[in-house]
């Protein structure tokens, strides 16, 4: 199994470490240039802080940079001898558009065929967790979470899809608060079989009975 570390980021690479060569953060520092650049004074009360707290919001945020599949999983590879549907459903989830920086929000829905092997249920939602902690694009965060899937499992196949309201299309632009943006991805018999497809695909929508 080859797992690419941390998406090829630099292996000494720490977002909360950037300092600049006068020893301020970075970060801050640009916060407080937006702040002016509107007009507002980063001087006065009530927006004295705010550097700080958007600094340490954005690193939150992004914190899936500093993460990897290897360290995520941490050896929850089950041999169970399954080979059915694994589905896990409606996982929340909230990302940044990474053309405005915005907030995207939705839930994401993934399933695979298992070839015998299984992950813990929880890791599936970390996967997600982690690809969305990132500046992203929900096409992308869709392959990436199907691609994790099978890099880490080997599975028959993967699928996944993603619903989301996304903030730029909703507080500026085209401002429809509406509308929503489904994207998925298919790999192995989920993209080859329409009844193995269809299957996944009806159980997404299913209403809960508990």
């Known amino acids: 199994m080859t797992i ?50 958007v600094a340490e919001a954005l690193k939150f945020l992004t914190q899936g940079y500093s993460q990897s599949l290897e360290e995520l999983l941490n050896g929850a590879i089950f041999d169970v001898g399954h080979d059915e549907l694994v589905l896990v459903r409606d996982i929340d989830l909230f990302s940044m558009c990474e053309h405005h920086m915005l907030p995207f929000i939705g839930r994401a829905h993934v399933g695979y065929i298992p070839n015998q092997k299984v992950v813990g249920l929880s890791k599936i939602a970390r996967i997600v967790e982690m690809y969305a902690r990132r500046l992203q694009v929900q096409e992308r965060l869709t392959r990436q979470v199907a691609e994790a899937i099978q890099a880490v499992l080997q599975p028959r196949g993967v699928a996944v899809v993603i619903e989301a309201s996304h903030m730029c299309m909703v507080m500026r632009g085209v401002q429809k608060p509406n509308s929503w943006t489904v994207t998925s991805s298919m790999v192995g018999v989920f993209k080859e079989s329409q009844s193995t497809r269809q299957e996944f695909l009806d159980l997404i929508h299913h209403k809960a009975s508990f």
Do not use: F
Not at 17 to 38: F, Y
């Open 4 to 53: 690419a570390h941390k998406d090829l980021l630099p292996s000494d690479w720490h977002g909360s470490d950037l300092e600049s060569q006068n020893g301020q953060d970075p970060m801050r520092e640009a916060v407080r240039t937006l702040l002016v650049g509107v007009g507002e004074d980063p001087e006065r009360d009530g927006l004295e802080r705010t550097p700080k707290r």
